[in-house]
């Protein structure tokens, strides 16, 4: 099954991919780096940056718009770290028949592929061949693993380390051998719990960092000659050994493989976790179409279905020791900031906009009812009672942002980016122009630092 992929990685080259595969690559660069840019200065990144200097560090790959290079891996870690500041980045492993699975590819995978681009000057052909890969590789794996969200183990660090590290292996010019060593490497590194958002911790966001970390360095050791196991996924105790329950489909891994690129299928809207994305939809249906008052506001009851009402988004709203984390996982939160707002952003992911009294208030107005059907998981049902007994209902059956039942328009896609840059201050219009201009045309440039010399 490794020598399988191995082979298949190293044989490709661009003209492998089709003109959609790169249509969808650009998009979640362009998300990407918006969303780096949005999380930048979020809790932890700034200490986290200064702890990975103080280790020593050579000048290979940009940590965005901190106005440095630093080593490639330390690099990745950071502006992945970043990226999954506040739950905004691409979602959602592609599983064939155009279903998916959960999963956070895109949050490891692209800034592995910036740092190793960069370091070796690849170019954007080559960049996105590389990132095309591993995205499918992963997204692959998300499909095979059987992954269940409340089983225990977070896959930001499992699928997404082998993925990043075929990326790494690929713009670091592997041979299969040194690939399947590199996966074998990586394979010694993958992890991750749940625990992390059960707790509302801000480690939630270290497994997909790490796992852009190790992916590099398991590439680097691999091209230095280090071996590991020979069968990294399907292997005595490999991946779908260690990782893999009793829904496990193997088979999915190299099914096509080749012939179809898979990867996240889900450009966020919202800035929390996709869990509250049904019931943001819905209040957002009601407050879109009718003049509410969010003071007016008697009582609102959120329908889910058991499994989500208690699970880690249907517990009671609590800021706790980190409330950045608290209020992306959280129905009641999200709900009350999308009836208050319109809108749920980072700029209200934090204990200001959440001690504010008005906002207080509305939360204690909502509930959550688990009365919807097991099997729709990513649907929620909103009821609005106002003050003089006016009710309004609204479902969402398909919550934003699925590039297949419910996308993002390309304006819906630039907006978020550039309020993403406005509200991180780190780029003028006129710069965040540039990089629009520049990932646009991804495939044309002759070095990848063309676009992150614009977010350095």
């Known amino acids: 099954m490794t020598d399988e992929v191995c082979a298949h990685v190293v044989a490709a080259d661009f003209a492998s991919l089709d003109d959609f595969t790169v249509s969808r690559i650009k998009t979640r660069v362009l998300d990407a780096v918006g969303v780096i840019a949005a999380g930048v200065h979020a809790p932890l990144c700034d200490e986290l940056f200064d702890l990975l200097k103080s280790y020593g560090t050579t000048p290979q790959s940009a940590a965005f718009f901190r106005g440095e290079r630093i080593d490639a891996p330390q690099a990745a870690m950071i502006n992945s770290f970043c990226m999954r500041s506040y739950d905004f980045e691409a979602i959602e492993a592609e599983n064939p028949g155009r279903k998916s699975s959960a999963a956070h590819i895109s949050g490891t995978t692209v800034p592995t592929a910036l740092a190793c681009a960069e370091r070796a000057h690849a170019s954007g052909r080559d960049f996105v061949t590389a990132l095309a890969l591993g995205d499918d590789i992963a997204a692959r794996l998300g499909a095979a693993s059987g992954f269940d969200v409340y089983g225990g183990w977070d896959n930001t660090n499992t699928i997404n380390g082998l993925g990043a590290t075929v990326i790494a292996g690929k713009l670091g010019k592997l041979d299969e ?131 989500t009402a208690q699970g880690f988004v249907g517990q009671p709203f609590e800021m706790g020791e980190d409330p950045q984390v608290s209020g992306a996982f959280s129905i009641i939160y999200t709900a009350a900031v999308a009836i208050a707002y319109r809108c749920v952003r980072p700029e209200y992911m934090n204990r200001e906009a959440m001690e504010d009294p008005a906002l207080q208030r509305l939360i204690g107005k909502i509930e959550i009812a688990p009365s919807l059907p097991p099997d729709e998981y990513q649907t929620a049902e909103a009821d609005i009672v106002m003050a003089d007994g006016t009710a309004y209902h609204a479902r969402c059956d398909v919550p934003k942002g699925d590039i297949y039942q419910s996308p993002m328009t390309e304006e819906e896609v630039l907006d978020k980016f550039y309020r993403n840059i406005e509200f991180s201050q780190t780029l003028s219009r006129e710069d965040a122009d540039r990089v629009v201009e520049t990932v646009s045309r991804l495939e044309e440039l002759d070095d990848v630092r063309e676009l992150t010399q614009l977010v350095k």
């Open 177 to 307: 051998r040194q690939l399947n060593n590199a996966l074998g490497l990586d394979l010694n590194m993958l992890g991750g719990s749940m625990d992390n958002i059960n707790y509302k911790t801000l480690a939630f966001k270290l497994p997909m960092a790490l796992a852009s970390r190790n992916a590099i360095f398991s590439s680097d050791f691999a091209a230095r000659g280090m071996t590991a196991t020979h069968d990294a996924f399907g292997g005595k105790k490999g991946y779908f050994f260690l990782f893999c329950g009793d829904k496990q489909r193997p088979e999915l891994l190299c099914q096509d493989l080749g012939k179809v690129f898979y990867g996240d299928v889900v450009i966020k809207p919202w800035s929390a976790c996709r869990a509250t994305h049904p019931s943001i939809d819905a209040v957002m249906q009601i407050v879109g179409a009718h003049d509410i008052d969010p003071e007016e506001v008697a009582h609102v009851t959120v329908h889910a279905t058991p499994r």
